[in-house]
């Protein structure tokens, strides 16, 4: 079993959809959430970061963490088409320097 | 601007031959990192750093070498032991000390087989 579980899509949506993108994960360890996105042919970058359970909020984005489920979601309100790229999710175990990530989620937001 | 920038940004490779990733970063992060991603398997880590002189083997370090000569660079060599080596190959520095310290990172190296 992967330790970090993501659908690969492709998720399409309409813009102005809310989005909704998950991760499941078996490590209890992992402290931190980092959500990275990463359009075609470039290196991924971070969107935002949470710590233990509960919710963070910037600007469209929200990120949302349920330790009790081992549940991980990122929310995208108001969709844009430039929202269009791979969502990967990457937790990480405190005092451990290495990222451990998902597959990734590819979003297509359809003008 | 500060940043991370690898290069090249396409690279082929021959059967039995080594070839070298460059990394160069000028964040003035302590630590590096090197990923390979292939389609549908996210990121793995090949090699990190945290340190001048001082790295560690990740998860998937076989037929790969590192060195860290500079805090700024951190060039990986594919090595003709590595029998898969198409991918696309991302490089990654952080701050190290308590808390979370977010990795960034470069736009990637393209390695393929000719």
């Known amino acids: 079993q992967k330790e970090v579980e993501q659908d690969p899509g492709p998720l399409s949506v309409p813009e102005g959809a809310i989005v909704s993108l998950n991760c499941t994960y078996s490590n209890s360890a992992f402290q931190y959430f980092m959500w990275y996105r990463q359009y075609s042919r470039k290196g991924p970058e971070l969107l935002m970061y949470?710590?233990?359970?509960g919710n963070k909020e910037d600007g469209r984005f929200t990120a949302q963490v349920d330790k009790s489920s081992k549940y991980i979601s990122l929310f995208i309100r108001d969709s844009q088409p430039s929202d269009s790229a791979t969502y990967l999710c990457?937790?990480?175990?405190?005092?451990?320097?290495?990222?451990?990530f998902g597959s990734g989620t590819r979003l297509q937001v359809q003008p | 601007d500060g940043g991370i920038t690898q290069s090249p940004k396409y690279l082929f490779r021959k059967e039995g031959q080594n070839v070298t990733l460059s990394c160069e970063q000028n964040l003035n992060h302590d630590a590096m990192y090197w990923y390979r991603q292939d389609p549908g398997q996210g990121l793995r880590l090949i090699y990190y750093s945290q340190i001048v002189n001082d790295f560690q083997k990740g998860d998937i370090a076989e037929g790969y070498s590192v060195s860290r000569e500079k805090k700024e660079s951190f060039p990986l060599t594919v090595t003709s032991a590595q029998k898969n080596p198409t991918a696309f190959y991302l490089c990654?520095?952080?701050?190290?000390?308590?808390?979370?310290?977010?990795?960034?990172f470069g736009d990637g190296t393209r390695l393929s087989i000719l």
């Open positions: 990654a520095s952080s701050t190290t000390g308590q808390g979370n310290q977010p990795q960034h």
């Open positions: 949470t710590y233990s359970s």
């Open positions: 990457a937790p990480r175990i405190t005092g451990r320097r290495a990222l451990t």
